[in-house]
């Protein structure tokens, strides 16, 4: 496994169980059932570039997803690229929650946009912090994340 795939599975990976009341079988007390969080349906990716004024990549720049809902910060940080990428913890009913991203005095409101029925495609947007603003390019997210993975 290359090293950039994988970092992406120790992210996808970490707290990946959650524990769920569930009826054990037969007669007898309450069970528990572990459900994976790392599938699609929990997995929510924000990644990009952050760059300086002539368009090169900029080192160790920490970027922060905020979930609006609940406060809770996700952190990132970018490599000697300049690239971040963030693994967000959110279920199908995240589905349109505000999300806050910054970087270096920038930030931008992103939408969590997915099809809550498709556990198949990978969830997320990307946004490249260049010197002048963020740019959201939900688009090339699957092409970057893709370019990302095989490295």
Do not use: C, W
């Amino acid at each position: 496994m290359t090293g950039r795939r994988a970092a992406f599975v120790a992210l996808a990976l970490a707290g990946a169980l959650v524990a769920v009341e569930a009826p054990a079988p037969g007669p007898g007390p309450i069970g528990r059932e572990a459900r994976a969080e790392h599938e699609v349906s929990y997995r929510y990716i924000v990644l990009g570039y952050v760059t300086d004024a002539e368009n090169r990549g900029r080192r160790g720049v920490r970027v922060e997803l905020r979930r609006e809902k609940t406060g809770f910060s996700y952190l990132g940080e970018t490599d000697t690229e300049g690239f971040y990428v963030i693994v967000a913890r959110l279920g199908d009913e995240s589905a349109g929650e505000s999300l806050h991203l910054r970087a270096e005095g920038q930030a931008t409101t992103l939408t969590a946009r997915f099809d809550p029925a498709d556990h198949a495609t990978e969830r997320g947007t990307r946004v490249d912090f260049t010197a002048r603003k963020p740019v959201e390019s939900p688009t090339a997210f699957a092409v970057t994340l893709k370019r990302y993975l095989s490295q």
